[in-house]
């Protein structure tokens, strides 16, 4: 399989790592861990990935090394469809406030993208048991980071997330 941080480089060009990062909206020390460690994207932050780029996750996990487009990153918000659904950013954002509410200096202090990675599951989480027992996932735009964080308690008691640990 062609590895991530090679498929990564194909995509970004000459364009450094941090600009690219920063001009798609993803988090820089996040793009640096795939291109130094070759580590494959996950929940989250794979989302983003395919929104800033428009390629498909098919072609990122495939062993193919040539991008089905190498057009511009999109700088407009994409629509939401069945194949490119959006990330509910106020959720995400209500994740990493539960997250630093409920694990407190533990998570606070960890290093950025232990704090990314765990507020990412934690949103897979959340967004899996809303869609679950609601007709619109849109409609978990109005959890509070309480709420959240009863539902992170929820999913840690079902298996379905697991308790945020310092490394």
Same mark, same amino acid.
């Given at each position: 399989?062609?590895?991530?941080?090679?498929?990564?480089?194909?995509?970004?060009?000459?364009?450094? /790592?941090?600009?690219?990062?920063?001009?798609?909206?993803?988090?820089?020390?996040?793009?640096?861990?795939?291109?130094?460690?070759?580590?494959?994207?996950?929940?989250?932050?794979?989302?983003?990935?395919?929104?800033?780029?428009?390629?498909?996750?098919?072609?990122?996990?495939?062993?193919?090394?040539?991008?089905?487009? @190498?057009?511009?990153?999109?700088?407009?918000?994409?629509?939401?469809?069945?194949?490119?659904?959006?990330?509910?950013?106020?959720?995400?954002?209500?994740?990493?406030?539960?997250?630093?509410?409920?694990?407190?200096?533990?998570?606070?202090? /960890?290093?950025?993208?232990?704090?990314?990675?765990?507020?990412?599951?934690?949103?897979?989480?959340?967004?899996?048991?809303?869609?679950?027992?609601?007709?619109?996932?849109?409609?978990?735009?109005?959890?509070?980071?309480?709420?959240?964080?009863? @539902?992170?308690?929820?999913?840690?008691?079902?298996?379905? @997330?697991?308790?945020?640990?310092?490394?």
């Amino acid at each position: 399989m062609s590895g991530i941080s090679k498929k990564l480089l194909k995509v970004i060009g000459g364009q450094s /790592a941090k600009s690219w990062a920063e001009q798609n909206g993803l988090p820089v020390q996040t793009v640096h861990e795939w291109l130094k460690h070759d580590r494959m994207p996950r929940g989250a932050n794979f989302q983003l990935l395919i929104n800033a780029t428009g390629i498909a996750k098919e072609w990122w996990i495939s062993d193919s090394d040539h991008p089905p487009s @190498l057009s511009p990153p999109n700088t407009a918000p994409q629509q939401a469809t069945a194949c490119n659904p959006c990330i509910n950013k106020p959720l995400l954002h209500g994740c990493i406030e539960a997250c630093k509410h409920f694990y407190g200096s533990d998570f606070s202090s /960890a290093p950025e993208q232990a704090q990314i990675s765990y507020a990412a599951d934690c949103y897979n989480a959340v967004v899996a048991m809303v869609q679950d027992n609601s007709p619109s996932p849109a409609n978990s735009v109005q959890l509070t980071k309480e709420d959240i964080g009863h @539902l992170m308690k929820i999913a840690i008691k079902l298996g379905k @997330l697991h308790s945020f640990t310092k490394t």
